[in-house]
């Protein structure tokens, strides 16, 4: 530095004090500078102080020379001590240079520059807060600095601005948060250290509503919070609990909406071997489950996000334990938020703002009749003591629910083979919900849902596939899809596609023998769809016969709960009686006649069936026996069933024109099984009336023919041996039993204009078809180049 050069009004030893690399010659100089400084004060002299301040900023404190530069830092300082509380007036001039040197390459002049910025923020306290930015700023960067004195002295300043704020009223937080949004991005430990520190400082002072600018930076504590050191990780989670508290308490004054993506975000684990990321995922979901209740229906549009993010945690193992509470917390607080008002159009909403008429008919029906179906696994999730947020203003904003989105998301994880098996519990429950709150909504998405709701009546887990029928049996059943033209339920799905058979309607007229309408009086009407879900139903148990042999009992069984059963079984045989796979037919008809006559859920179907006194159990068992033709045995029960003893004997006559293979023994053998059944007890009651019941003995008579010396059998012809003799029954006036057995068979008969031959005829049509087949599979067989007779 040129020593010879003009610094009045600084005298030539204070220049040459200040450039001196002696540290206490420094100190002497600054002394000097201070008693100046102070001398210009008393006379009022800003110009002097000014130049004074100009002075060792330009030529010391930004000079080339490291001693300039540390005389011109411990001058400055000097100056603000002497300015006292007018330092205020010139804190631009004091602080710009002693900021620029906390970018010098010098760690001893990078701490000179923080020891003489304390000294100014010291003497100026609140003076200091419109700097306040700068000063943050140039903190920051110290905080990361690598010299253990620089940070050392960095804390010293930090503590003294933070007390500076906590006792200001003035603190510009406004022109604050943009640069706190900017830095809350570091990835330095030390920096995101600072960081967190000055906004749980700031957090912490009453008139700072750091609340309102939360938004801004809920993101970036989120991002802290995944910081490898775990106490950052700590000062982070109080930080985000002081928060939570405090909207909590205010819940009207937070803006929900504008952070209801964020959380999103951070509620989905990009990296699941990361620990910190488990905490970041369970606060966030933390966060969700409040927002959820706090908030109520201001989150519904961002309802498609938020499962995106909980479906797939309610599936975690116990290792995730918490964060899978708050996820089911999340979901099933969210889905009570779904109302029938949900359903209504844009307009209507309007309409009924204004005072119109409510909706027409066509209501969805309420949950409450259904809730053993919606069983959810969140019951313990009690909402009946929440207080949701809704807004002060009168004008309540109307809020959308965005069912499209929604939908979406619960189509994708359907579709995920991957997707765990509570999760796809979940998603059929929602789905479940949706058609019950918004029906007539739901339906516009069937056409795309149902073949994969088909689909997953093949999943490996009981109770999804329970949750599954549900939502099947809610479609068929529901108002809001009885339409004209319900749409291709299985467009997607080309190897599902089965034409709905010509004039094979519910209650399709069959001959003479059936005169019933569409379904009896008591049987609740079913919606376009039912009859497509039958359909592929039984198409779907065609292709995947392991479906039909492990599960199809127990889904028809299911169905028979959730629907009507006579409309169950009613749609099968009709779509049955036109099925071409005839061994398929047949095989469906085993299935179907087992569970009639063994399931407890078929009791009341079986009283129908068991006394034929009405047209429409008439009309019933032609149309089960038309199909049930298909298999021999099982058409001999459906008689037996009906105490159509007579037909059945007609019938068992005939088998000896069938072939008799072990298959066919087989089910012969589990038909006296049944007879010696509890289902049966009233027909083995009828042995003891053996005038009226001749058919019924000599049916069972030709069964005992039909089988080899087996242990069916042997049980069989014990029963016939049971059967007494007629001339010991007799214990009565045998005119007046038999003027009460001819009123009952009158009774009985009125009902009944069946025309049996008829029925015969038919049977022997479908066994000839059935004998064809066979033919034309075995002629196949000896005709294939590799067969060779042995």
């Given amino acids: 530095m040129n020593t010879e050069k003009d610094f ?35 006379q009022n002299n800003s110009t002097q102080i000014r130049h004074v301040i100009q002075i060792l900023a330009s030529e010391f404190a930004l000079s080339q020379h490291p001693h300039s530069r540390k005389g011109g830092l411990i001058g400055l300082a000097a100056c603000s001590i002497a ?71 960095s804390e010293l300043l930090d503590r003294l601005l933070k007390d500076i704020v906590t006792e200001s009223n003035k603190f510009d937080l406004v022109a604050f948060v943009p640069l706190l949004r900017e830095r809350i991005y570091s990835n330095n430990q030390y920096a995101r250290q600072f960081i967190i520190s000055w906004i749980h400082v700031l957090e912490s002072v009453p008139d700072i509503n750091l609340l309102d600018y939360l938004p801004e930076i809920l993101d970036g504590l989120f991002q802290i919070l995944g910081d490898n050191s775990k106490e950052i990780r700590k000062t982070c989670e109080v930080v985000l609990g002081e928060f939570l508290k405090e909207i909590k308490k205010t819940p009207s004054s937070v803006k929900f909406a504008e952070m209801a993506n964020i959380l999103v975000i951070h509620c989905q684990v990009a990296d699941e071997t990361k620990l910190t990321n488990d905490l970041i995922q369970l606060t966030a979901m933390t966060w969700m489950r409040e927002f959820i209740q706090l908030a109520g229906r201001v989150v519904l549009p961002y309802s498609s996000g938020i499962l995106t993010a909980v479906l797939p945690c309610l599936s975690y193992d116990d290792r995730k334990k ?58 313990s999730v009690g909402l009946s003591n929440i207080s949701f947020f809704t807004p002060a203003s009168a004008d309540r904003p109307q809020v959308t629910l965005d069912l499209d989105g929604i939908v979406q998301v619960l189509d994708r994880h359907l579709h995920d083979s991957s997707t765990g098996m509570m999760t796809r519990i979940a998603v059929l429950k929602w789905l479940y919900h949706l058609y019950i709150k918004t029906p007539r909504k739901m339906f516009r998405h069937t056409d795309s849902l149902f073949p994969m709701l088909l689909k997953t009546l093949s999943d490996e887990s009981d109770e999804v596939i329970l949750k599954d029928l549900e939502v099947l049996a809610e479609i068929a059943s529901s108002p809001a899809g009885q339409t004209d033209q319900a749409g291709s339920c299985n467009s997607t799905d080309n190897k599902l596609e089965l034409k709905v058979p010509e004039g094979a309607k519910l209650g399709q007229q069959h001959s003479t023998c059936s005169k019933a309408v569409d379904s009896s009086p008591s049987t609740p009407s079913m919606n376009s769809y039912f009859y497509k879900f039958m359909i592929n139903l039984l198409k779907r148990l065609s292709l995947e016969r392991k479906l039909l042999e492990n599960r199809g009992a127990f889904i028809i069984r299911q169905l028979c709960l959730l629907l009507h059963a006579e409309n169950i079984f009613h749609s099968m045989a009709d779509i049955l009686l036109k099925e071409e796979d005839l ?52 058409t001999v029960s459906l008689c037996f069933l009906t105490q159509n003893y007579k037909h059945a004997y007609d019938l068992i006559q005939k088998f000896g024109d069938l072939e008799v293979t072990v298959d066919f023994l087989m089910e012969v053998d589990k038909l006296v099984q049944l007879i010696e059944s509890p289902i049966f007890t009233y027909l083995r009651l009828q042995l003891l009336d053996v005038e009226n019941n001749p058919y019924l003995i000599k049916a069972l008579y030709g069964l005992l023919m039909l089988l080899p010396q087996s242990q069916a059998f042997q049980l069989l012809s014990h029963r016939l041996q049971c059967v007494p003799n007629p001339e010991l029954m007799r214990t009565v006036d045998e005119s007046k039993y038999m003027d009460s057995k001819q009123q009952v068979t009158f009774k009985r008969a009125s009902h009944t204009q069946m025309d049996y031959n008829e029925l015969l005829q038919h049977f022997d049509r479908v066994q000839s078809k059935h004998l064809e087949v066979r033919h034309q599979r075995s002629g196949r067989a000896s005709d294939h180049p590799d067969r060779k007779l042995m």
Avoid at 97 to 108: E, K, M
Avoid at 613 to 623: D, H, I, K, P, Y
């Fill in 83 to 153: 300015l006292g509380k007018d330092s205020g007036l010139y804190l631009k001039e004091l602080i710009e240079p002693v900021l620029t040197c906390f970018n010098d390459s010098d760690s001893r002049l990078r701490y000179y520059a923080c020891e003489a910025l304390y000294n100014i923020v010291k003497v100026a306290r609140g003076a200091v807060l419109p700097h306040f930015n700068l000063l943050f700023d140039g903190l920051s960067k110290l905080a990361a600095d690598p010299d253990p004195n620089v940070k050392s002295g």
């Fill in 8 to 42: 009045s009004p600084l005298t030539p030893n204070i220049v040459r004090a200040l450039n001196d690399k002696l540290y206490e010659k420094r100190k002497v100089a600054a002394l000097e500078i201070e008693k100046l400084v102070r001398e210009f004060v008393a």
């Fill in 583 to 634: 061994k398929f037919a047949s095989t469906m008809v085993q299935t179907l006649n087992t569970i009639l006559l063994t399931s407890a859920e078929l009791f009341q179907l079986r009283n129908q069936l068991k006394d034929l006194r009405t047209q429409e159990s008439c009309a019933l068992f032609c149309c089960l026996y038309r199909s049930w033709c298909h298999n021999p045995v099982a």
């Fill in 322 to 379: 918490n964060t899978k509470e708050a996820a089911s917390a999340c979901n099933h607080s969210l889905m009570k938020l779904v109302t029938p008002e949900d359903d209504e159009d844009e307009e209507e909403m309007r309409s009924e703002s204004t005072g119109s008429p409510s909706r027409e008919d066509g209501q969805p029906k309420t949950e409450a009749d259904s809730s053993d179906m919606l069983t959810a696994s969140q019951d």
